[in-house]
């Protein structure tokens, strides 16, 4: 928890949107927590106390097995949590260990109360440390079965230094996997990169607070991808929870496919996706497109490819209708495919464009991409080839996105192309790179990769947490390509809902794949077979909990209380 605030220097704040799990800086959270006492009633102790209770459930249900817990507590508020979770913990009958670095004489506020009550019940051991050299004296603490790190949170500037430091050093010959209260300490809350310089602690599974920081929506904050980061609710008010940074979780869209459909329903009421791609050779990439679109739910899917792969794109769903397309002499789109009257044909009764798969980059190709939507005001979503051919003229881009809802697609190196830039720089300004481009040229961009981004043209941004490496294979994109386009036909009122959902269900489905097989033998259509699995999981669980990242599953030991080390 944040401590320390001022409800003045609230001044000027702006929601990401109504109903969205909003990321707060560390400032912004600071206020939260000053304006959910001040204005709301709401005791910081209050607070404090289900900050603590919320690790202890969680602790109890992710790490059943644990009999023995060390907490190390720094002495500001993320230690008085600490604290308080050490005395809850003895409460409910293990054996608990605390370690403070620090002398308890310096503690003020709602830590000074959390250690007096921890000194002043029967709370298993208590060592208050002072010196690296003291620490060392207590190495029988790190034998235990899990570890609570609670030394700094949210208000830590880096780098960590003196006792914080030397128990990061002394906590390294333990093998016990570490549960982060609110953040791994070191780690700054405002980070938005995947990884940080300097010494942090290793993490195992991060719960926080009330609302992600940028740290816990950006950050590779645990040692391996699927373990959880979680968001705990402990009674702030949806009022208090403001912020200006424009950010928003991905995940919470996934609402907008959660309502059951009418009783009456037909497919006219789903959309019509067109998927246009496919060249000699690539056949596999528009079938999987178009196969995702139809298992997103679109009421119909029409691929339109070469005659020449046309078998084997209609082959991949007996559901699926095709166009043929007239091919030039290398089995790409040629060009009396461009005709006013074919596309007229070709477009009657669509509702949503998926543009680019497998589509090849010649003159005439690049010519029918750009009569297509020329052609058609319809939403469009646009991938691969199609991106590359926008890239050669990105002036028409924000011409084609005026009164529509255009869709980019592109990996970093794709978004290099468009930007004019090298991939190094798009990676290592993602977040400034993807909003600069979304507002100048009034699409929706998703840009793929660690933490997917959604910009949309208004500036706001939208941050995914599923996905895994195993998708870093062909074909992934395409299936992305898919289920935007078969998401925003059924949901082309709510543009950026439906991204954000059909990003969030793509990298949650694969998730759900590897946790049946390995990630090096995951295929992108295998993320297809889960995706029922997808649509119908719960981020947030009945507790409140919300799983950023993991899967709320209790995992088995392999070796006792040795997760971390596996």
Same mark, same amino acid.
């Given at each position: ?15 990401? #949107? ?30 404090? +106390? ?57 503690? #003020? ?24 050299? %003291? ?9 235990? =079965? ?18 914080? /430091? ?37 993490? =195992? ?52 496919? %959660?309502?059951? +459909? ?100 010649? +003159? ?20 691969? =080839? ?36 090298? #991939? ?5 300004? +993602? ?99 889960? /995706? ?21 599953? %209790? ?10 080390? %596996?």
């Amino acid at each position: 928890m944040a401590a320390g605030c001022s409800c003045a220097a609230r001044t000027g704040e702006s929601r990401y #949107t109504i109903g969205a799990m909003q990321v707060l800086s560390a400032a912004e959270m600071q206020i939260c927590d000053c304006v959910t006492t001040e204005r709301f009633g709401v005791p910081s102790l209050k607070l404090m +106390r289900a900050a603590a209770s919320s690790v202890v459930v969680f602790a109890q249900e992710r790490f059943p097995w644990a009999r023995r817990v060390t907490v190390l507590c720094g002495r500001g508020n993320n230690g008085g949590d600490g604290m308080m979770v050490a005395r809850k913990l003895a409460a409910a009958g293990l054996d608990v260990t605390t370690v403070l670095l620090g002398l308890p004489e310096g503690l #003020t506020g709602d830590a000074a109360m959390a250690w007096r009550e921890l000194a002043g019940t029967a709370s298993g051991l208590i060592h208050v440390v002072r010196s690296a050299e %003291e620490l060392e004296q207590h190495s029988g603490a790190l034998q235990a =079965d899990l570890l609570v790190d609670a030394v700094v949170g949210t208000g830590f500037k880096p780098p960590l230094r003196g006792l914080a /430091l030397a128990a990061l050093e002394w906590l390294r010959a333990s093998r016990a996997p570490v549960l982060a209260v609110d953040l791994p300490s070191g780690w700054p809350a405002d980070a938005t990169t995947e990884t940080v310089e300097g010494p942090v602690f290793p993490a =195992d599974a991060v719960v926080t607070f009330t609302a992600p920081k940028p740290a816990h929506v950006f950050g590779q904050l645990t040692r391996r991808w699927h373990q959880p980061v979680v968001v705990a609710p402990i009674g702030s008010p949806e009022e208090a929870i403001v912020s200006s940074l424009g950010l928003g979780w991905a995940g919470e869209a996934h609402a907008l496919v %959660e309502a059951p +459909r009418a009783t009456a329903a037909n497919k006219g009421r789903f959309g019509h996706v067109l998927v246009v791609g496919g060249s000699v050779g690539k056949s596999g990439a528009p079938a999987m497109a178009a196969l995702a679109a139809l298992r997103a739910g679109a009421g119909l899917v029409t691929a339109a490819v070469p005659r020449e792969v046309l078998p084997q794109v209609a082959a991949v769903a007996p559901e699926l209708m095709t166009w043929p397309l007239a091919a030039d002499a290398e089995g790409m789109i040629g060009a009396e495919n461009a005709t006013p009257g074919r596309l007229a044909a070709l477009l009657a009764g669509k509702t949503v464009l998926a543009i680019g798969p497998g589509l090849g980059q010649s +003159r005439d190709a690049a010519r029918y991409v750009r009569e297509l939507l020329a052609q058609s005001a319809m939403p469009a979503v646009l991938d691969a =080839d199609a991106l590359n051919l926008l890239a050669k003229q990105p002036a028409q881009l924000a011409k084609l996105a005026e009164g529509r809802t255009v869709v980019l697609t592109p990996h970093p190196g794709e978004m290099a192309r468009l930007t004019g830039r090298t #991939t190094a720089e798009v990676q290592s300004n +993602r977040l400034q790179v993807a909003r600069e481009f979304a507002q100048r040229n009034g699409v929706t961009l998703v840009l793929k990769g660690w933490r997917t981004l959604i910009a949309h043209p208004d500036g706001r941004v939208a941050v995914n947490t599923t996905g895994n490496p195993g998708m870093a294979k062909g074909g992934s994109g395409d299936v992305l390509t898919g289920l935007v386009a078969g998401v925003l036909a059924q949901y082309a009122d709510e543009p950026v809902r439906a991204v954000e959902a059909a990003v969030y269900l793509h990298g949650l489905a694969a998730d759900l794949a590897v946790r049946e097989q390995d990630e090096h033998t995951l295929l992108a259509t295998d993320s297809l077979a889960q /995706l029922a699995r997808a649509f119908r999981f719960r981020s947030r669980g009945g507790n409140g909990y919300v799983w950023l990242q993991g899967l709320p599953a %209790e995992p088995a030991p392999a070796t006792g209380s040795h997760e971390a080390a %596996e």
